[in-house]
């Protein structure tokens, strides 16, 4: 009988999804095999487990009643019950956990403790939406399996190499000192596609790079030798260009005129910034960027064109924090998959030497960029499960190193 190989569970729990992918670590840990992924939907009201292997076959479906989907417990455990049963063989050894925040202290990935459990809490103001959900399943595990190593992965550490300006607002000094600036978030991601960019264009990667993290939730990165320069999101991941539901920048007067005028409390403008407002509310239609390309609505088009206009307004905001652009790059899920959209940001910023190749644009290659053009555009899809596994490898082995 073949001894059982070990296998890395990475996390992300949200408010009401539970995202899992497990990876095998081969050769060297940036090859890392995935194995399969899937999530549960719908907590707190109707939670649906869906599984799927990693040439996307399904091979798992489950649902629960209203009572038991607010169970975290029961299901987080029925996720490790599902992984053990379905890879016979294999052992989990370690879970990787994305977390949202990692304030201005942490700035690398960390085995868990307590004392940094500790220390994550008390990072759950500046992160009220996310941050809970994200240690909920850490502290499950570790009362369930107190032997069981854990990594935390922050998507505020790429930003930690950013100078003192681009993280400042022009707010009472001690205002800033005590925490109040911008932290920047979707690290995860632009850790991952710099790596890409890294071993596929390392000469262009050592340059000035701007990605746009296009998604449900958007921001963009200037990336200079591989390190975060500046990002649109900021203290919240309101800030920035528009988003699915969320506004983006608005001009903080607004806020003062809701709260004055319209008596707007807190929970209600949460509700707007948060989730009435961006792509769905500007089109009335929908969040889905996919929808709104689809609909001849003159609403839907306002909203494609408001956004692109934000995102290109956003790249050359990020070129001046480095002095420059050597290459422009998309990812998730609109960046990934939307001629459309990276065609329309790029007729924007013409000007700067950014130009796309229609064909090579419409079947999302590589590089997209028309020929002899100043400024390089490459699509560079994302991975942040991976980038977790990576580092929930890398920070077990410097543990076991320094033991
Ligand atoms: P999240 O931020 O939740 O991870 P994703 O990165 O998956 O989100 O991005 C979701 C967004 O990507 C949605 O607005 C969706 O419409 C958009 N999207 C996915 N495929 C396409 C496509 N082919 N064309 C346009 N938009 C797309």
Redesign the pocket.
Known sequence: MRSKQGVYLVLNAGSSSLKFSVFRAAANVVELEALVSGQISGIGSSARFQAKSADRRPLGEHRWDDKESACRDTLLQYVLDWVNGTLIGDEIVAVGHRIVHGGLSLGKPMRVTPTLLDELDRLVPLAPLHQPHNLAPIRILAQKFPELAQVACFDTAFHSTQPAIARSYALPRALTDEGICSYGFHGLSYDYVTSRLMERQPELAHGRIVICHL???SSLCAVKDGRSMDTSMGFSALNGVPM?TRSGSIDPGVILYLMREKKMGYAELEDLLYRKSG?LGVSGIS?????L?DSEDPAARAAVELFCHRVAREVAAMATSMGGLDALVFT???GE??P??RALIAERLAWLGVSVDSGANRTNAFEISAADVRVPVFVVPTNEEKMIARYTITVLGESMASA
Do not use: F, R
């Not at 969040?287 to 929808?291: A, L, R």
């Open positions: 998604g449900n939730g699915g792509l969040n889905d960027m996919k929808v390309q998730a899920g609109i998959n939307s459309e959209i």
